[in-house]
């Protein structure tokens, strides 16, 4: 309890930079961490009493809390995480908070579930359909409604006549759990030795204890299998667990997988849930009924009081980092929280970013390593491409040796995988005539054609209008012509060169995330011989009967200046590659590229990962870029180009001097403009020790603040530079 017990401090879930005070009322017993409704001008909102009061007030002058929630209190360590955060990233405690508050349905009280029993009086007119309700519930047990209805194939009005005879009688019982509680014995795996060594190191950090172990295993090497038997002894523990994962469309697959373990579904948290669904996970986890959650990066926020487990499944996923809203990066958050919560954390993944590489190199996490596939199948055999020597004819975009390749595959009854990570049927329209290109109103970015749909649409704001059959600058009717491929384009190529092969597209624009997770599902289970897809396709999937994998353009990632690009494209094609070959059969994996000496086409090749990192790490090393030194993104933004660029100079002359940051642009974002805001970047960079955060705090205090249409979107730790 409080010290003052009458006047406490709440934090509002708005974008408020601390807490205010409010009264207790008579009767009204909150503690920290209490869930509160108060009012906040006009409306009430909903805060947590965030302790006492720093200033004194007039008691008079404060209002009441309005009511105080029966939940249990937010944890300490969860109140302590998003003061830290809100210090990080600079972003207001209150909109960090919004962020936690994110179901308001879960704090009133679970609605009871109206159920039915037999009350021992005989009807005095019996039919087949009553009888079939009778019979089941001849157990003496009560059956709720839906329940009974859809058990004995009845109506509503067959049990709501019998309640008015008499022979049954309504009752309430409390809401079922959303999920059972996962068994941690109910079929453990049986581990490969190299597994269990991997487990035994990371279960040295006992149960109760903070640590972080980075789990780099090959592709195929039973990563998800060691860390669902950490899951098992947070659980033998008395702890709970979340699991995080980079794409919605992953979760089906391994949801199923995780259910064959535990003997039960784990409590999923992701935007595709329903209101009723988010409310009863968020009190369960916060009641402690719900003991594991499987989630998007989201998950990492949610009321858990007895965190003991964090997983980062393929840790080094670019959809780890929010960049709406208040920017964070769930794996660097999900340590923090962790050092509070005293819980592990196993970052795992195939390709670790180099900051976790660089972090295990150094001592500061466990290097846990799983170095061979499981059940002994083999690495695929990765070639270079040369597009300039062995490149396809023109008009086509599949090289003659992957057809082969293909066609092999196929005649083997295996599968195969082109990987194009690009969305649509071409990435341009342009007409020929007159050199027009169609471009978005909103953006400075090219329209890319979806010819399935029928339209070209932006990819970053959604602006969306049919494909046009006129240039809209000349008027001629037959120079309009798709540059580039998509994977549409290439869908297209296929039905014509692999007519008799079963095809599937996969991208994230190609249905429903129920769609995607069903078509996983078939990829899975042999029903498609020739799988067309995009990044999409390269998280984790497990495809026992594919072979042959074919990066359509493996340069596309080293074409767009971020210093980060090497990095990423090895990554992706690392993984992509991986999904040949995890059952018995050998994998092969093609790579077209016109640069196949590059760094990392030549590590992709000779397999040798261990060169990648060495030279990525020293190039970072000698330009201080993280993990060696810190950055920090401004992006000014405005309706007006002018306004953002001025304003944007008038930061970088009201800058700090600091010894050992460096201050970079303002230049026009590579993106320039995004639904109709021009945008403007500078950037701050700094060594590994300097508080960068602090300083550009200060720096935004002692400058002009934005007004009217200009905004300022701060980036601690930028993953993105557009």
Known sequence: ?????????????????????????????????????????????????????????????????????????????????????????????????????????????????????????????????????????????????????????????????????????????????????????????????????????????????????????????GKTEVFFEAVADTLRAG????????????????????????????????SDLTPAQRAKIWRGVLDGTVRAVVGARSALFLPFRELGLLVLDEEHDGAYKQSEGFTYHARDMAIVRAQFAKARVILSSATPSVESRNNANQGRYAHVRLTSRFAEAAMPNITALDMRTDGPEKGEWIAPTLAR????????????????????????????SCGHQYKCPDCSAWMVEHRFRGVIMCHHCGHEMKTPKVCGECG????????????????????????????????????????????????ARGEFDLIIGTQLVSKGHHFEKLSVVGVLDADLGLAHGDPRASEKTFQILTQVAGRAGRASQHGKAFLQTYHPDHPVMKAMVSGDREAFYASELHAREAGGMPPFGRLAALIVSSGEQALAMAHARMLLTSAPMAEGVRLFGPADAPVSMIRGRHRVRLLAQSGRDFDLSGYVRFWLASAEKAKGDLRVQIDIDPVSFM
């Not at 005649?411 to 195969?416: F, I, K, L, N, V």
């Not at 491929?485 to 429903?512: N, Q």
Request: with cysteine; hydrophobic share 45%.
């Open 476 to 523: 001629d009717t037959e120079s309009l012509t798709a540059v580039g491929p998509g994977i549409e384009r290439v869908a297209e190529e296929v039905a014509v060169r692999f007519p008799d092969a079963r095809r599937v597209l996969l991208s994230t624009d190609m249905g429903s995330h129920t769609q995607l997770r069903d078509r996983f599902s078939e990829v």
């Open 405 to 432: 390749e293909i066609f092999a595959a196929l005649d083997r009854g295996e599968q195969a995988l082109l990987f194009l990570n690009r969305r649509g049927y071409a990435p341009l329209t342009l007409c020929r």
């Open 239 to 270: 702890r709970q667990a979340v699991i995080l994962l980079p794409e919605i469309a992953l979760t089906n697959t391994f949801i199923d997988r995780f259910t064959r373990r535990f003997g039960t579904r784990p409590a999923e948290w992701h």
């Open 1 to 221: 309890m409080l010290d003052r017990p009458d006047i406490v401090a709440v934090m509002v879930g708005v974008a408020v930079e601390g807490p205010y005070s409010y009264r207790v009322p008579h009767g009204m017993s909150v503690e920290r961490g209490s869930i509160v409704s108060v009012p906040l001008g006009p409306r009430l909102v909903l805060g947590v009493v965030w302790g006492a009061p720093k200033d004194s007030f007039a008691h008079n002058r404060l209002r009441d809390i309005a009511l105080a929630y029966d939940v249990p209190p937010l944890s300490d360590e969860l109140m302590r995480l998003v003061d830290w955060v809100a210090r990080y990233t600079i972003t207001p405690p209150g909109q960090v908070l919004r962020g936690v508050l994110r179901s308001p349905e879960a704090l009133d009280a679970p609605k009871p579930t109206t159920a039915f029993r037999r009350t021992g009086v005989v009807p005095d007119k019996m039919t087949s359909a009553r009888d079939r309700v009778l019979e089941i519930l001849a157990d003496e047990m009560a059956w709720p409604k839906p329940a009974l209805i859809g058990a004995a194939g009845v109506s509503a009005s067959v049990v709501e006549g019998l309640e008015k005879a008499g022979v049954v009688e309504r009752i309430e019982l409390a809401a079922a759990p959303i999920v059972q509680i996962p068994n941690p014995d109910a079929a453990p795996s049986t581990l490969s030795p190299e597994q269990q060594s991997a487990l035994n190191q990371i279960l040295e950090t006992g149960a109760h204890n903070f640590g972080v172990a980075l789990l780099d295993g090959v592709t195929g090497g």
